[in-house]
Structures are given as C-alpha cells and as structure tokens.
C-alpha cells in the first residue's frame, strides 16, 4: 500500500451533500503511512479540513479494504482553513 493508493480510495468518497468527492473539495491535506508498533504494518494518517474529511467511519471504510492498512487515524485540521481556493478544477467551478 502506498500513500498514492490511499489517495484514490479517498477520491472515491462523495461529499454527503454534493456529488464531489472529498478530495476534489480539497477537504484531505494529506495522507502518510507509518509503521505501526507492533504489527509491523503501516499505519494510515489521514489529515482534513472539516468534519465530512475526517469522518473516521467514512475513511475506515475506504481504507480499511486496503490488505496491508493496520490502522486509520484521522485529525481535524483547523489551520489553515479551508477556503474556495481548495477545490480542483475536478469539482467544477466554485
């Protein structure tokens, strides 16, 4: 599993109120694997913008589907704030 892996499966998660996923609304500020401590597996960090980002159920499910994902860990991220400039042209316009 890659950072690049988990990227995607993101991408395919839509905004509870728009037809737009997540990251396309700029709502994910990053993605990093970490070994985790004891299995010897990575771990997922997840950081987002609001809480449609960072729904914890949301990315566990996309993630969670990754074989060698040990865990997901998810962190609201307040600073710097999400503003329009953050959507992709994939989104359309703002």
């Not at 949301?58 to 040990?70: D, F, I, N, Q, V």
Request: proline share 10%; net charge negative.
């Amino acid at each position: 599993m890659t950072e690049t892996d988990v990227w995607r499966e993101l991408g395919a998660i839509r905004d509870p109120e728009l037809p737009v996923s997540i990251v396309d609304l700029g709502l994910v500020y990053g993605v990093r694997l970490s070994m985790a401590r004891l299995e010897g597996r990575p771990d997922t960090h997840i950081d987002g913008a609001a809480p449609a980002a960072t729904d914890r159920r949301g990315h566990r499910g996309a993630t969670g589907g990754l074989p060698e994902s040990a865990d997901v860990v998810v962190t609201l991220v307040w600073d710097p704030p999400w503003s329009l400039e953050r959507i992709t042209g994939r989104a359309g316009p703002p």
